[in-house]
């Protein structure tokens, strides 16, 4: 589908466009990253998806796909933590822009009350109470470039996600798999147990 809306992001250079994310490819992978704009931290599950996806970043771009992050947390709290897990992708805010709003990542009061959808579907009961929002959600959309114009060509969330992350893959191949009943192991990089 055509993205219409001029989408305008906050950059570490200064204000970028969803076009400018290409960087000249004819193809963009967005992962939409959990980072609120009152929070401290990255999510840590959303931190683990990067852990995989730093490293074969340059493998895309030399398959003409760009990727980059972004979240509505203000860009200095997303360079700061980028810088403090050691990423190098490129990590743009939405936060004066409706994008996360708009492609589902991202939940208000209004766009509950306007009937938000999560992963394709209308919001279940629970989101529906004023008290959980603003909320975050994480997910990939894909992005496609002919000259100009920019077209929405694949959306993936929650559980559609999961090939993405590079830790469930290695799981489920060990012999315990998942194991995933219980996450307190779990832990965003730099704050395991030395």
């Given amino acids: 589908m055509p993205v219409e809306e001029d989408y305008r992001f906050d950059s570490e250079h200064g204000e970028t466009s969803l076009g400018d994310l290409f960087g000249g490819r004819s193809q963009l992978l967005v992962y939409h990253f959990m980072f609120g704009p009152d929070w401290d931290a990255g999510c840590p599950v959303c931190s683990s998806v990067a852990d995989g996806f730093d490293g074969i970043r340059v493998h895309l771009e030399h398959h003409d796909v760009a990727?980059?992050?972004?979240?509505?947390?203000?860009?200095?709290k997303?360079?700061?933590?980028?810088?403090?897990?050691?990423?190098?992708?490129?990590?743009?805010?939405?936060?004066?822009?409706?994008?996360n709003v708009d492609f589902g990542v991202?939940?208000?009061?209004q766009s509950v009350a306007g009937g938000a959808e999560h992963n394709f579907?209308?919001?279940?009961?629970?989101?529906l109470d004023p008290s959980v929002l603003p909320a975050e959600a994480h997910g990939l959309s894909a992005f496609a470039r002919d000259d100009d114009a920019v077209y929405h060509t694949y959306s993936a969330y929650a559980?559609?996600?999961?090939?993405?992350?590079?830790?469930?893959?290695?799981?489920?191949?060990?012999?315990?798999?998942?194991?995933?009943?219980?996450?307190?192991?779990?832990?965003?990089?730099?704050e395991y147990p030395a």
């Fill in 67 to 76: 990727l980059a992050a972004i979240s509505r947390a203000p860009v200095e």
């Fill in 78 to 99: 997303l360079i700061a933590y980028r810088q403090r897990m050691g990423w190098s992708f490129p990590w743009v805010s939405s936060y004066h822009s409706s994008f």
């Fill in 121 to 127: 579907a209308p919001m279940r009961e629970a989101w």
């Fill in 159 to 190: 559980r559609g996600g999961d090939a993405t992350w590079a830790m469930w893959q290695w799981l489920d191949r060990a012999p315990l798999g998942r194991n995933e009943g219980d996450m307190s192991w779990f832990h965003r990089h730099d």
């Fill in 106 to 109: 991202s939940y208000t009061v």
